[in-house]
């Protein structure tokens, strides 16, 4: 019963860094879309960051489940 806990805990450690990692990639990209759309280098970018962040955001809810 105390390994299974440990490997809960362990489970939830990765789940809550991998949470942490997500949420600063989203406000990255973020930042980098509002600054694509001032100012188009790139038209490719903007779509290609949209689905970065889309993408980024479906892994954190389905870890959030």
Do not use: G, W
């Not at 990692?21 to 879309?33: A, G, H, N, S």
């Not at 038209?43 to 959030?64: G, Q, T, Y």
Request: with cysteine.
């Amino acid at each position: 019963c105390a390994y299974f806990l440990k490997q809960v805990n362990f489970m939830d450690k990765k789940k809550k860094k991998r949470l942490e990692v997500l949420q600063q990639k989203i406000t990255k990209l973020q930042k980098l879309l509002a600054a694509e759309k001032e100012q188009p280098d790139d038209p490719a970018e903007v779509p290609r960051i949209e689905a970065e962040l889309a993408k980024a955001h479906e892994e954190m809810a389905s870890l959030k489940q």
